[in-house]
């Protein structure tokens, strides 16, 4: 199976800040990665499907990269409303999904 | 755009049968997509539990196989979930999402781009 951590598990940020959060998978998953948002009570929102594919409506601020084991998630200047908590989700194992542990975002 | 709408008992007692149904609109369930069922624990991450084709094709986690079951009603436009011999491990918020396909070189990546808002679930006696 293959297994994804995530780094750091929170983090304390300000308006304006760039954040970058990654995510790690414990075999190659080439470009088979995507990025999710999610606020408090409400269901996960696609951001970025294959590594960097930027899901449409999602703001330009937000990207990614990598590919292999290691991604990140890149938000270059953090906004109110991106207080949430951000997923990972490997889809090169299929048939089957696999999420990682999550990073949540929070005000300094 | 296509919608998605989970409903179904909100409590289900301990060895009983959880049973979702996941009401699809603006679209068709016979699109070229995979359509899933996710559940996020009280408090935890989120764990993708199966997923079907409007053919009836289904594939599920390995860890939840021997309980699920996924269907399909094309004369509906929806499809359900039924898990069985339900403990409190199984209370969570229930999402169904559609799962897409993009092609990039030397791959075909899958994605869940649009979700339901989520039906939260309590197992209780």
């Known amino acids: 199976d293959i297994q994804m951590t995530q780094s750091p598990s929170s983090l304390s940020a300000s308006v304006g800040d760039r954040v970058t959060i990654t995510c790690r998978a414990s075999?190659?998953?080439?470009?088979?990665l995507n990025w999710y948002q999610q606020k408090p009570g409400k269901a996960p929102k696609l951001l970025i499907y294959a590594a960097s594919s930027l899901q449409s409506g999602v703001p330009s601020r937000f990207s990614g990269s990598g590919s292999g084991t290691d991604f990140t998630l890149t938000i270059s200047s953090l906004q109110p409303e991106d207080f949430a908590t951000y997923y990972c989700?490997?889809?090169?194992?299929?048939?089957?999904?696999?999420f990682g542990p999550g990073t949540k975002v929070d005000i300094k | 755009q296509v919608q998605l709408q989970e409903s179904g008992p909100g409590l289900v007692k301990p060895s009983g049968t959880l049973s979702l149904t996941c009401a699809v609109s603006g679209g068709s369930i016979s699109s070229s997509n995979w359509w899933s069922w996710v559940r996020q624990p009280p408090g935890k991450g989120l764990e993708w539990i199966g997923e079907?084709?409007?053919?009836?094709?289904?594939n599920y986690n390995p860890s939840l196989k021997s309980r699920v079951t996924i269907s399909v009603d094309k004369s509906k436009n929806q499809f359900s979930l039924k898990l069985s011999s339900v403990t409190a491990a199984d209370t969570a918020v229930y999402y169904c999402a559609r799962v897409d396909i993009v092609v990039v070189p030397a791959a075909m990546v899958y994605y869940m781009d649009v979700w339901g808002k989520g039906t939260t679930v309590t197992v209780s006696s």
């Open positions: 075999q190659s998953i080439s470009s088979y």
């Open positions: 989700q490997q889809s090169y194992s299929t048939p089957g999904f696999t």
């Open positions: 079907i084709y409007h053919s009836g094709s289904t």
